[in-house]
């Protein structure tokens, strides 16, 4: 192949979408195949000290992490390169054959839209089978649950699973619990949000980016370090087994301040102007011209907060030991044990309370998940 030939289609390859994102992926492949090359080296290295005596524990003790993962690294390494060799073969010599005619072109968009939709089809049964199996798993009987060949659809049908669950544990309780605890920890993070979140968008004052890192930085915190101090503070104020307790912790969210922030930003602010000429203070402006411009992220926020309060399980864990203030999430876990205090196979109607817990979730997220992605999309916009 001549020279110009081979560099007008490698031009031609370089105006596919796909190009860049398969010769990153021949680099990556390369990365993890030097790594499991290393490893085999390293193996051959360390193998010579190798003594009889040895066990396999003592051996694979000896070997380092490359060393050890080695074929697993080889293994990836060649899929993920014949992928992308595949990708630039068919690139290559399949591609300007099917765009010779329009009618070539037109199969292949067919083609391309149902791969596409099986593909997407496959995402979705795989991501929905865990809800689909809880769901089904709620209505059979604990000896097909824990049957050694799972079935897909239930043998018989139980219906009691339900009324036994209410009667189990006290989920009205439960839910009231979760309910408060959630609406007063989206009120008071959506609020405190809208405030910081302007102040870091809109206010002008010494430090302001510092203070804002200082917020970045307490993402990358999980609960899980600083859980002690706050337990021990919670305790000391008599608040376990309280409201207080759980909702105090959880007022605000830097996640929301950093994505209403985001979004304030993209707001320009000739609107705010205007507000304070027509009489508006700042609280005015930032309630009655500000929020509405930015209604799909506030909802989004509103939602994200509303959802992470529903499900939390470690905090309300730790400041509850009883089932006064227990939420929903927590009171799962204590259905499995008997009036006796032992724990039973009642697989079965684990599954139904964990059901009943995620409704409201559910419904919540059919009726505005609309707002939920234009809300996303407008806050990775700035």
């Known amino acids: 192949?001549?020279?110009?030939?081979?560099?007008?289609?490698?031009?031609?390859?370089?105006?596919?979408?796909?190009?860049?994102?398969?010769?990153?992926?021949?680099?990556?492949?390369?990365?993890?195949?030097?790594?499991?090359?290393?490893?085999?080296?390293?193996?051959?290295?360390?193998?010579k000290s190798f003594t009889a005596e040895m066990g396999a524990y003592e051996r694979a003790e000896a070997l380092g992490?490359?060393?050890?993962?080695?074929?697993?690294?080889?293994?990836?390494?060649?899929?993920?390169?014949?992928?992308?060799?595949?990708?630039?073969?068919?690139?290559?010599?399949?591609?300007?054959?099917?765009?010779?005619?329009?009618?070539?072109?037109?199969?292949?968009?067919?083609?391309?839209?149902?791969?596409?939709?099986?593909?997407?089809?496959?995402?979705s049964i795989v991501m929905l089978f865990p809800i689909y199996w809880m769901i089904i798993s709620s209505f059979k009987a604990s000896d097909e649950l824990l049957a050694p060949t799972p079935t897909l659809w239930p043998e018989q049908w139980f219906f009691d699973t339900y009324p036994n669950v209410l009667k189990r544990a006290p989920f009205g309780l439960y839910f009231f619990n979760?309910?408060?605890?959630?609406?007063?920890?989206?009120?008071?993070?959506?609020?405190?949000?809208?405030?910081?979140?302007?102040?870091?968008?809109?206010?002008?004052?010494?430090?302001?980016?510092?203070?804002?890192?200082?917020?970045?930085?307490?993402?990358?915190?999980?609960?899980q370090v600083t859980f002690v101090p706050i337990y021990v503070m919670v305790a000391k104020l008599g608040w376990i087994n309280s409201f207080p307790g759980l909702i105090v912790p959880n007022l605000v969210s830097a996640y929301f301040i950093f994505m209403l922030r985001q979004t304030f930003m993209s707001v320009d602010n000739s609107y705010l102007e205007a507000g304070k000429v027509d009489g508006m203070g700042r609280i005015g402006t930032i309630f009655y011209v500000l929020c509405p411009m930015c209604k799909p992220t506030l909802i989004t926020v509103s939602i994200i907060t509303f959802i992470n309060g529903w499900n939390s399980y470690f905090w309300p864990k730790m400041v509850t030991n009883n089932n006064s203030r227990r939420t929903l999430a927590v009171g799962i876990n204590y259905i499995r044990q008997?009036?006796?205090?032992?724990?039973?196979?009642?697989?079965?109607?684990?599954?139904?309370?964990?059901?009943?817990?995620?409704?409201?979730?559910?419904?919540?997220?059919?009726v505005l998940q609309k707002y939920i992605m234009t809300g996303l999309s407008k806050a990775s916009m700035k």
Do not use: C
């Open 338 to 366: 008997t009036f006796a205090g032992l724990e039973v196979s009642n697989y079965n109607e684990i599954m139904a309370a964990a059901v009943l817990a995620i409704v409201p979730i559910v419904v919540l997220f059919l």
């Open 178 to 223: 979760t309910i408060v605890s959630t609406f007063f920890i989206m009120v008071f993070q959506l609020g405190i949000g809208i405030l910081a979140a302007y102040g870091f968008s809109k206010g002008e004052f010494k430090g302001k980016n510092t203070l804002f890192l200082v917020v970045l930085g307490a993402l990358m915190i999980p609960i």
């Open 65 to 123: 992490w490359f060393a050890k993962n080695r074929a697993v690294l080889a293994v990836i390494a060649a899929l993920i390169a014949g992928y992308a060799v595949i990708g630039l073969l068919l690139m290559r010599f399949v591609s300007p054959v099917l765009n010779r005619t329009v009618r070539r072109q037109l199969a292949m968009r067919r083609v391309s839209h149902a791969a596409q939709t099986i593909g997407a089809t496959l995402v």
């Open 1 to 47: 192949m001549k020279k110009t030939d081979f560099a007008s289609q490698l031009r031609r390859m370089q105006m596919h979408g796909w190009f860049d994102v398969l010769i990153k992926l021949l680099a990556i492949a390369l990365a993890i195949g030097l790594g499991a090359l290393g490893g085999q080296i390293s193996y051959g290295i360390t193998a």
